[in-house]
């Protein structure tokens, strides 16, 4: 007779709820923000949202049969945009060595270090077919990772705070776990003052709405201790002033070695000319989308053309059964 592990059952129930739940995140980040949050009730009957409701519904029918699961999340992807979060079941080991936030391409589950890292969790050849001076972002970057816990955390920015703080910290139970999952550092980082309008200072990276919060602390003199920082990252430290982010230091990437490399400008050199392969980075899906046109003739015209946007943008467009479809 063969026994299951409660690890084997979690994940069946796991891979059920997700092939019958449909993740349609840009419904509800763009236009249609309004229907967050969702209601348990509205989740189990359309079994539609983003991850964050996809992982609710998986919590809840993994705990109703007796399988300790937690929710973790990713605050900001370091290369992407919006936050990610996803159900590990207590108890499971992660196999492998942990995620060090550089690209590699998909060859096996093995190399899932973190869930949703990957655009694509499959590994086409003809990938290869690009020319070297293109680069592919297989997966995103993580700069923290958290879990959410109903035991309050006794350093937890919510009970220390006394100012405004942003909203991803104000949950009690927000537990880092960033070194579970990814290479990680504890740096100091240089501020620009000495003294300081706010209590507290942020590491920030780079969303699509700009720039997001995703670790604190305290401010002393001329710098601030920041611990278990993913590597390979770009960061900016910055204070929260009225639900604004205002930069405090230099933006800077934090090298695998934990290095502190700035970005600065670079006034006093100036370069005439500059080449630009890709005006936004190719990952691992339109990247294939481009290896496909490999060999495609491509027709354009430089006359002005009609205004179909009413006073938006122009865009490029193709013909296709007779019908202007524009991309």
């Excluded at 919590?59 to 936050?83: D, F, H």
């Excluded at 050199?269 to 046109?293: C, D, H, I, W």
Aim: glycine fraction near 8%; charge should be positive; aromatic fraction near 14%.
């Amino acid at each position: 007779m063969y026994t299951c592990s409660y690890e084997e059952i979690g994940k069946a129930i796991s891979d059920e709820v997700e092939q019958g739940f449909l993740n349609e995140w840009i419904i509800f980040t763009g236009k249609y923000q309004g229907l967050r949050p969702m209601t348990f009730q509205n989740i189990v009957a359309t079994q539609i949202g983003t991850c964050l409701e996809k992982s609710t519904y998986k919590i809840a029918a993994l705990r109703a049969n007796g399988i300790p699961a937690a929710l973790n999340m990713v605050p900001c992807w370091g290369n992407s945009q919006y936050p990610h979060s996803w159900v590990e079941i207590i108890g499971s080991k992660q196999s492998g060595s942990i995620y060090d936030n550089t690209q590699r391409p998909f060859l096996t589950k093995e190399d899932i270090k973190i869930d949703g890292m990957f655009w694509r969790d499959v590994y086409q050849p003809k990938i290869d077919l690009l020319p070297s001076t293109i680069t592919v972002q297989y997966c995103r970057t993580a700069p923290k990772v958290y879990r959410y816990n109903y035991r309050i955390q006794l350093h937890s920015l919510a009970i220390l705070s006394k100012e405004e703080i942003p909203a991803l910290f104000k949950n009690p139970g927000l537990e880092d776990i960033t070194d579970q999952y990814v290479v990680c550092k504890d740096i100091e980082v240089p501020l620009w003052k000495e003294k300081h309008p706010k209590e507290y200072v942020y590491l920030c990276c780079y969303d699509v709405i700009g720039w997001n919060p995703v670790c604190w602390s305290r401010a002393e003199g001329t710098k601030a201790y920041f611990p278990k920082m993913g590597v390979n990252m770009l960061y900016l430290p910055a204070y929260y002033n009225n639900g604004s982010i205002q930069p405090a230091g230099d933006a800077f990437i934090l090298t695998s070695e934990g290095n502190l490399r700035k970005l600065l400008p670079g006034f006093e050199r100036m370069e005439s000319s500059a080449t630009f392969y890709s005006k936004v980075p190719y990952r691992m899906n339109t990247a294939l989308q481009a290896a496909g046109t490999i060999g495609t003739r491509f027709y354009v015209c430089n006359f002005r053309i009609h205004n179909h946007t009413r006073g938006k943008e122009h865009r490029p467009f193709t013909y296709e059964g007779g019908k202007q479809v524009w991309y």
